[in-house]
């Protein structure tokens, strides 16, 4: 079954730059996103950055454009989350997650969407 293991978190000061890394355990076939999200003590989950692989359109969240960047190595099953300039309100668990084409409705199996999530890393900026 596929794992998701994120890394690179830390404790870094404002205007610091952290690089995240999510590695799959194998390859993942018909990925329909490939997503950064983020939550912070008492907030509910956001995302950050996606990449739509069939559009290979990337998006962010208003609040980290410009700083941070999603990006993946196919080679490697390895999503990356590049921030820059980072800020105390960038505080959070940051979580990778690959959602796949398919069916919702029936039973799992063959063609059915997956939804995979790593376990997160922690990033804490302070000022």
């Known amino acids: 079954q596929v794992q998701l293991v994120e890394s690179g978190g830390g404790l870094v000061q404002a205007g610091g730059s952290l690089r995240l890394s999510c590695v799959a355990s194998?390859?993942?076939?018909?990925?329909?996103?490939m997503d950064w999200y983020r939550q912070a003590p008492g907030k509910q989950r956001e995302s950050v950055a996606s990449?739509?692989?069939?559009?290979?359109?990337?998006t962010y969240a208003d609040s980290v454009k410009g700083r941070f960047t999603i990006f993946r190595d196919d080679s490697k099953n390895t999503l990356y989350l590049q921030m820059n300039n980072l800020k105390p309100e960038d505080s959070a668990v940051y979580y990778c997650?690959?959602?796949?084409?398919?069916?919702?409705?029936?039973?799992?199996?063959?063609?059915?969407?997956?939804?995979?999530w790593g376990p997160g890393t922690q990033v804490t900026v302070s000022s």
């Open positions: 997650n690959i959602k796949t084409n398919g069916r919702t409705s029936g039973p799992p199996g063959k063609g059915y969407a997956r939804d995979y």
């Open positions: 194998t390859t993942i076939f018909r990925i329909n996103t």
């Open positions: 990449i739509s692989v069939v559009s290979d359109v990337t």
